[in-house]
């Protein structure tokens, strides 16, 4: 199984983007999608999460009312829709898989390509 990451860009403080995370196949261990970012110096950070089955969606805290992770099941994609969007979301977004929540939240089995977000001021 193969994760393809793509969607990343420029963009200005205040405005939007919409990433897509496309599964080459689905496996028994991507029950949940997920997202990360890693921004330059800093820690990679989990940014959130949504089940295949029945689309229940985890966030990251600071991310709640900004990001929107949805799925699309027919297409083995998902999706992270990013608004309001400030210059310290810039970073390196990648999506993984994994069995479950907790196991995606803390060591994901597969892991995509980043893909870079860059949000000027």
């Known amino acids: 199984v193969q994760l393809q990451a793509s969607g990343g860009g420029l963009v200005q403080a205040g405005g939007s983007l919409r990433l897509s995370c496309a599964a080459s196949?689905?496996?028994?261990?991507?029950?949940?999608m997920g997202w990360f970012r890693q921004a330059p110096g800093k820690e990679r950070e989990f940014v959130a999460a949504?089940?295949?089955?029945?689309?229940?969606?985890y966030y990251a805290d600071s991310m709640k009312g900004r990001f929107t992770i949805s799925k699309d099941n027919d297409k083995n994609t998902v999706f992270l829709q990013m608004n309001s969007l400030k210059p310290e979301d810039t970073a390196a977004y990648y999506c993984?898989?994994?069995?479950?929540?907790?196991?995606?939240?803390?060591?994901?089995?597969?892991w995509g390509q980043g893909t870079l977000v860059t949000v000027s001021s």
């Open positions: 196949r689905r496996a028994v261990f991507d029950s949940v």
């Open positions: 993984a898989a994994a069995r479950t929540i907790t196991i995606i939240k803390t060591a994901p089995e597969l």
């Open positions: 949504i089940t295949w089955n029945g689309g229940t969606a």
